[in-house]
């Protein structure tokens, strides 16, 4: 007696018209991060040309620049791959929301790392880099990576900007929750940034009535 076959039932939630814009939440979460890696090692974060008078005035004068080359490389991203490379997101406007908050995020945690460890804080971001290349999703489910992956999955920054750029370039699922959590990442680790310049402020303060 012979079974009956097993049908199948073949069913798109998203229709994408290439492996490229599959790739591309990944691709260009990783170029974000990279470019925050970069600037960090070019751009001089902690010393200022005179020292302000408030932690938070140290803090705007650093992160006022790399928010705006943050800002910058998410719009250049969006041309570049729209206009030039042929990409047709789904929700052209969110996706470049998308990418500015996941940009102002990676650059605010790069940044921390490297005031609060310096050179280690720079070679931790790589190790970092590393994980979540590894777990945050971006090329095959993260079902089917070890377990390891799996459960450092929920906690890589990577994981969230990949989702909300993939419902805003070809899914169009809603981002909010993503959003959400790229927005309150990026706003914990500015606070943590003027929180450093301040403790920064207070020792030069103490140096100075010293001397």
């Known amino acids: 007696m012979m079974a009956k076959p097993v049908k199948t039932k073949?069913?798109?939630?998203?229709?994408?018209v290439?492996?490229?814009?599959?790739?591309?939440?990944?691709?260009?979460?990783l170029a974000l991060f990279v470019g925050g890696i970069t600037l960090n090692m070019m751009?001089?974060?902690?010393?200022?040309?005179?020292?302000?008078?408030?932690?938070v005035s140290w803090w705007a004068s650093?992160?006022?620049?790399?928010?705006?080359?943050g800002i910058l490389q998410a719009l250049l991203m969006?041309?570049?791959?729209?206009?030039?490379?042929?990409?047709?997101?789904?929700?052209?406007?969110?996706?470049?929301?998308?990418?500015?908050?996941?940009?102002?995020?990676?650059?605010?945690?790069?940044?921390?790392?490297?005031l609060a460890l310096g050179k280690a804080g720079s070679f931790l971001m790589l190790i970092f880099l590393i994980l979540?290349?590894?777990?945050?999703?971006g090329t095959y489910p993260v079902q089917l990576?070890?377990?390891?992956?799996?459960a450092i999955h929920p906690f890589l920054p990577m994981t969230y900007s990949i989702d909300a750029l993939r419902n805003t370039l070809s899914i169009g699922g809603s981002i909010q929750s993503d959003l959400f959590i790229i927005i309150t990442l990026a706003i914990v680790f500015n606070l943590l940034i003027i929180?450093?310049?301040?403790?920064?402020?207070?020792?030069?303060?103490?140096?100075?009535a010293v001397a």
Do not use: D, W
């Open 43 to 55: 751009y001089n974060i902690y010393s200022p040309k005179q020292y302000p008078r408030y932690g």
């Open 62 to 69: 650093k992160m006022s620049v790399l928010g705006a080359v």
């Open 195 to 208: 929180l450093f310049f301040r403790g920064q402020r207070k020792k030069i303060s103490q140096e100075e």
């Open 78 to 114: 969006v041309i570049f791959l729209t206009f030039v490379n042929g990409l047709e997101p789904v929700a052209i406007l969110q996706t470049f929301g998308v990418l500015v908050a996941t940009s102002l995020m990676f650059m605010a945690i790069i940044c921390f790392f490297n």
């Open 132 to 137: 979540q290349l590894g777990g945050s999703g």
């Open 18 to 29: 290439n492996n490229g814009t599959g790739m591309a939440p990944y691709m260009m979460s």
């Open 145 to 150: 990576s070890n377990g390891f992956f799996q």
């Open 10 to 16: 073949h069913e798109e939630l998203a229709k994408v």
